[in-house]
């Protein structure tokens, strides 16, 4: 309550100040609209992505930091791998000498086959370099192989981004030991983001799925966006404590083109039009009459030429025009410009 009237204080002595301007008025108008039901929502990344190690170790890089654009296949992390290397190195040189014993192998076999067919030893001599011949080969095959699974775990001590997106956390420090399953940090996609509304079991099946939604996002460029319904995905379990439903709505992609695209977690307010039921008489005046100032909203009244101070609770914006849900009756004209309205009643005094 103190900090409520050193706002409106602080309105008065701004609006003391400023300069007299010529005082229009405009009525408090009814208006029909279409029912809605109004949500707060939070607004969510479809493709969030918890990157952990694979491997165990020391790790020697970081290179990124939470709000970094990162591309596919972008370094996030280093992992220790001294000793994957080391293992690499060993089975690059066990495929050496398994290749050395398969070309004597294959020498060996091959001479013998010359002297069988000249009938200087015996079919069993030559059925012994056979199989000789043939293990070195399966045994060439097998260290290939190890050099494969070296290079593979070699490879898990380099983490890289699996899509192009926005690290959203960083969980681990250079120097912290990392382990598999462990996570290191978060990655998000922001091309493809939602909108994701708790709503009651008693409204959930009076939503016009084929309707216009009207999106407000706090803090934002995005305020009351009119939305055509996409992709409306109604979740099938409810809360067991809150008896809510969530619904989600997917963004379209150009929403946010050449706008800073809003970050997940961020507050928003989701209007999703009712059926079945008739349209309802709001009250509005024009967007200009109301003075912001943080969570205070006001405007003045005029009344027999003076002007009186109103505090208001506002409803949807709708283009020019913004909903009075309470402090103004029908009929009551309001000054477009609060400060001018002010400073003639103050010259009148």
Do not use: W
């Not at 409520?4 to 405009?26: D, G, H, K, N, Y």
């Not at 997106?165 to 120097?175: D, K, P, Q, T």
């Not at 913004?322 to 477009?336: D, F, H, T």
């Amino acid at each position: 309550m103190h900090i409520l009237r050193i706002q409106l204080c602080a309105l008065l002595l701004l609006a003391v100040s400023a300069s007299a301007e010529p005082l229009a008025t405009a009525p408090v108008k009814r208006s029909t609209s279409a029912s809605s039901y109004t949500a707060e929502a939070v607004v969510e990344a479809i493709k969030t992505t918890q990157i952990a190690a694979e491997t165990q170790g020391s790790i020697t890089a970081l290179p990124v930091k939470v709000g970094d654009s990162v591309k596919a296949g972008q370094v996030l992390a280093r992992i220790d791998s001294r000793v994957a290397r080391q293992q690499v190195t060993g089975s690059q040189a066990q495929a050496a000498a398994a290749n050395a014993q398969l070309f004597a192998a294959r020498q060996t076999y091959e001479r013998k086959q010359r002297l069988y067919e000249k009938h200087y030893i015996s079919q069993a001599a030559l059925e012994q370099a056979s199989a000789e011949y043939k293990t070195a080969q399966a045994q060439t095959h097998a260290q290939q192989a190890e050099i494969s699974i070296a290079n593979v775990q070699a490879g898990l001590h380099t983490v890289v981004a699996p899509y192009s997106g926005i690290i959203s956390a960083v969980f681990a420090e250079v120097g912290d030991m990392a382990l598999p399953g462990k996570p290191l940090l978060t990655l998000y996609d922001p091309q493809k983001m939602r909108v994701t509304a708790s709503v009651p079991e008693s409204q959930i099946t009076q939503l016009d799925r084929a309707g216009e939604l009207r999106l407000e996002i706090s803090g934002h460029t995005l305020s009351a966006v009119v939305l055509s319904v996409q992709s409306m995905i109604i979740l099938p379990t409810a809360d067991a404590i809150s008896h809510q439903i969530q619904v989600r709505i997917t963004l379209p992609q150009n929403l946010t083109e050449g706008l800073t695209k809003p970050s997940p977690g961020t507050f928003a307010r989701l209007s999703v039009p009712i059926t079945g039921k008739r349209d309802t008489a709001q009250l509005q005046v024009p967007s200009a009459a109301v003075m912001r100032r943080g969570e205070l909203s006001v405007l003045y009244v005029v009344i027999n030429g003076r002007a009186q101070l109103r505090q208001v609770r506002l409803g949807q914006t709708r283009g020019d025009f913004i909903e009075i849900v309470s402090g103004v009756e029908a009929g009551e004209q309001v000054a477009l410009n609060p400060l001018a309205a002010i400073s003639s009643f103050k010259s009148k005094k």
